[in-house]
């Protein structure tokens, strides 16, 4: 397989099996893409993007702060997710994107409730406002619904139509909800699926714990299911740099490979936990102790899965060449 990535004023060598972005002559630079995070309205922002009733921030999350964290912490993209401060308004995270297109891809909320949005705002917000991707938060639901019912299935059957991946946040727990991602998974095995922050999956100390983390490890049988790794600090007992994560990293490389995981920081919220420029060092690399990322992983991981599984979304803004440039070897 041949992924290749590069920036509009670049050339892109030929990278057989790994992924490069050209920086001169014999150079070549990883390129970092935060598959993960989220931006939402500064304070004076906010008079223009209000934020949901009772969903008003306790963090500095503008869209300003996370491209000086960004820079400083040398990350080239980012996949921005709607946060729940704006709920179902994305015209703050829409706005962003049409600011910094070459910067950014996004995506947008699922609206299962009754009379809500649904699948029409769905296509909306990809078709018209240029989202990559949607995220199924399964506590939106109507009370004693799943995400497996007429309109569950309905907005991931479309999703799948419109080749942008859907994510899950199992925030309280993967076992409540893997049986519902199974069934849309044997369903519409079209629909890509993106795991958030390791399935929510702490290292297991517990039989329930185990049992969850193989239903996670399961998951890759279903070919079109990536694991984001990302929000350490959520699934970690351990401070930074989280080694106790480790182990499980190990047997995700060994269940998924690591074309089908993704590195992301879930900021604004890791800046108060180890600070965003540290969040992309949590991974066991060359300089660390316990190294077993070969070189080729990293940058699958750090960058090569998250531009291929957004391809369209970056492909419209130069971050990769027309399909026409890649033949049949990139991941579709």
């Known amino acids: ?86 709920k179902f308004d994305h015209s703050y995270v829409s706005s962003v994107l049409k600011m910094y297109p070459e910067k950014f891809v996004g995506m947008c909320l699922a609206d299962p409730t009754e009379g809500g949005g649904g699948v029409k705002e769905l296509e909306r917000l990809i078709v018209k406002e240029n989202f990559s991707g949607v995220r199924f938060n399964p506590y939106l639901w109507p009370s004693g619904q799943k995400m497996t019912n007429e309109v569950g299935k309905a907005m991931f059957a479309k999703a799948g139509e419109l080749r942008v991946p859907v994510g899950f946040m199992c925030f309280k727990g993967l076992m409540l909800h893997v ?77 998924y490979g690591a074309e089908r995981l993704m590195w992301g920081s879930d900021f604004p919220f890791v800046v108060a936990e180890c600070g965003y420029i540290n969040s992309w060092q949590v991974l066991p690399t060359e300089n660390s102790t316990d190294a077993f990322l ?15 599984v957004f391809q369209d979304g970056w ?3 130069g971050m990769l060449p027309d399909s026409s440039d890649l033949g049949d070897e990139v991941l579709t």
Request: charged fraction near 25%.
């Open 315 to 317: 492909r419209k803004f």
């Open 1 to 86: 397989m041949v992924l290749l990535i590069r920036r509009r004023s670049l050339q892109t060598p030929k990278v057989r099996g790994s992924v490069a972005v050209s920086q001169g002559e014999g150079m070549e630079k990883m390129t970092r893409i935060d598959a993960h995070l989220h931006v939402w309205a500064s304070p004076e922002e906010a008079k223009m993007f209000p934020f949901f009733p009772g969903q008003e921030p306790t963090l500095p999350g503008s869209a300003n702060f996370l491209l000086k964290n960004m820079a400083e912490a040398g990350v080239d993209g980012a996949v921005i997710v709607q946060p729940i401060n704006h």
């Open 179 to 255: 049986d519902e991602i199974e069934e849309l998974c044997r369903e519409f095995p079209r629909t890509t699926v993106l795991m958030d922050h390791l399935g929510f999956c702490k290292p297991p100390l517990t039989e329930e714990e185990a049992e969850a983390w193989n239903r996670l490890l399961n998951l890759s049988k279903y070919s079109q299911v990536y694991v984001k790794l990302s929000a350490f600090f959520r699934v970690s007992r351990e401070p930074f740099p989280y080694n106790d994560t480790w182990p499980l990293l190990k047997q995700l490389l060994e269940s």
């Open 294 to 308: 070969t070189d080729e992983q990293l940058e699958w991981i750090m960058g090569g899965t998250a531009l291929s």
